[in-house]
Every structure is written in structure tokens, then in C-alpha cells.
């Protein structure tokens, strides 16, 4: 059975950092874009940032520019979410996915609807 398990997730004051994991059991990602994603209560999973296949291009989601920083671990077949300057607005659900397609990178990835498997997702929480 294919799995995305997303950890890290917690309770942090504004200001504070987190790190987000995302592993993968089943079958290997390491040729695929991975995707963040979060989702507020109430309000549509939004895109957070991606990373391509060989983790050489990034993009972020305007919010969190600045703040966030994505990257992977091919070996360990792994990607991370560094989040710090966290605000209370960051709080939500926090997701990884992964398309089907492999080595195939584009802005389109910045949409939920271009993944397939998706994590059970991980909880932050940022209190002011």
C-alpha cells in the first residue's frame, strides 16, 4: 500500500519554528515533484510549496515566501516543510502530496487537483 506519512506537526507560539516531514512507504517519490499543502477550518486546502524531483526548483505560495523553506532528502526519500516566523494565520492541517506523473515540473503543481497521494496530514497550531 502506497503511503505519504506526514510528522512534526504541534502547538508553537507566533515567532516560533517547526519542521515538517513528509516519508514515503510503498513505493519510492524520489522522481516526483512533492507538494505542501495546508487547510484551515473551513477553508479550501491551499498550496504552501513544492519542490521538483531532484529538489534543484522550488516555489512557494506568496504567504509564506520568505518564511518557509522546502526541501528533500532523495536517500531517505523524504521532503521537509522549515517553517519559521510563524504567524497564527499558518495554522491548519498540514499535507504532502505526490502526482503521478514523474520527473515533471511545472506551475501547475501549485493545485491540489495534480496530486494523487496525499498524506493523513499533520496539525499545526500557532497561537498569538
Known amino acids: 500500500q502506497v503511503q505519504l506519512v506526514e510528522s512534526g506537526g504541534a502547538l508553537v507560539q507566533a515567532g516560533g519554528s517547526l519542521r515538517l516531514s513528509c516519508g514515503a512507504s510503498g513505493r519510492t517519490f524520489s522522481r516526483h515533484t512533492m507538494g505542501w499543502f495546508r487547510q484551515a477550518p473551513g477553508k479550501e486546502r491551499e498550496f504552501v510549496a513544492a519542490i521538483n524531483w531532484s529538489g534543484s526548483s522550488t516555489y512557494y505560495a506568496d504567504s509564506v515566501k520568505g518564511r518557509f523553506t522546502i526541501s528533500r532528502d532523495s536517500a531517505k526519500d523524504t521532503v521537509y516543510l522549515q517553517m519559521t516566523s510563524l504567524k497564527p494565520e499558518d495554522t491548519g492541517v498540514y499535507y504532502c502530496?505526490?502526482?503521478?506523473?514523474?520527473?515533471?515540473?511545472?506551475?501547475?503543481?501549485?493545485?491540489?487537483?495534480?496530486?494523487?497521494?496525499w498524506g493523513q496530514g499533520t496539525q499545526v497550531t500557532v497561537s498569538s
Open positions: 502530496g505526490a502526482p503521478l506523473v514523474e520527473y515533471s515540473w511545472d506551475r501547475r503543481y501549485a493545485t491540489p487537483a495534480m496530486y494523487v497521494y
